[in-house]
Nanobody, 116 residues
Framework: QVQLVESGGGLVQAGGSLRLSCTAS????????MAWYRQAPGKQRELVAV???????DYADSVKGRFTISRDNAKNTVSLQMSSLLAEDTAVYYC??????????WGQGTQVTVSS
């Protein structure tokens, strides 16, 4: 089992920046890719950014150029640096890990609110 704990959410003005962090514990040797998802009220959860164990990254079109995902394998952390935030970035952000045999792990989520 893998446990994921997010931190760093909060309230920020439009145009501002925020950094989310996620720390993994437990069976971390089984983690492959890690990702950030978000879910806004009344909407489905969507992929924001993903990073492989080798460091390759991919982003949702809506955040390209504004968000950066990074990973520190030594510290078992994945971070999401968010800049030029928009009101539509308001959501609960979830950290997720992909494990062996299609295992998926989720954090509890952290609220990000962008005021316009």
């Amino acid at each position: 089992q893998v446990q994921l704990v997010e931190s760093g959410g909060g309230l920020v003005q439009a145009g501002g920046s925020l950094r989310l962090s996620c720390t993994a514990s437990g069976s971390i040797f089984s983690i492959n890719s890690m990702a950030w998802y978000r879910q806004a009220p009344g909407k489905q959860r969507e992929l924001v950014a993903v990073i492989t164990s080798g460091g390759s990254t991919d982003y949702a079109d809506s955040v390209k150029g504004r968000f950066t995902i990074s990973r520190d394998n030594a510290k078992n952390t994945v971070s999401l640096q968010m800049s030029s935030l928009l009101a539509e970035d308001t959501a609960v952000y979830y950290c997720s890990a992909f494990g062996n045999f299609n295992a998926r792990y989720w954090g509890q989520g952290t609220q990000v609110t962008v005021s316009s």
